[in-house]
């Protein structure tokens, strides 16, 4: 399967949620969207409380968040 292309559905726009990166043509930050899988939501919950967003949409938090997760440095915080 191949992965989806998060930059023709992730945008960063400083009028919307302060340039936090949102769904297209939504006010959904994908953070919204990968915290709720986090929390055990499936992607038909998470749909169903956010009917604007598309399966695809889901999947473009969830590639959005791989890639940013390859370029950036995490360093574990001290217990």
């Known amino acids: 399967m191949e992965r989806t292309r998060w930059q023709n559905r992730i945008v960063v726009d400083l009028d919307i949620h302060h340039?936090?990166?949102c769904i297209k043509?939504?006010?959904?930050?994908?953070?919204?969207?990968i915290g709720s899988?986090?929390?055990?939501m499936t992607p038909e919950e998470i749909r169903a409380a956010y009917p604007q967003l598309t399966h695809e949409?889901?999947?473009t938090a969830l590639s959005y968040a791989a890639d940013t997760l390859r370029q950036d440095i995490l360093l574990p915080l001290p217990a």
Not at 25 to 33: D, E, L
Request: aromatic share 0%; no cysteine.
């Open 19 to 21: 340039g936090e990166p």
């Open 25 to 33: 043509g939504t006010r959904i930050p994908v953070a919204i969207v």
């Open 37 to 40: 899988l986090a929390d055990g």
């Open 57 to 59: 949409d889901v999947r």
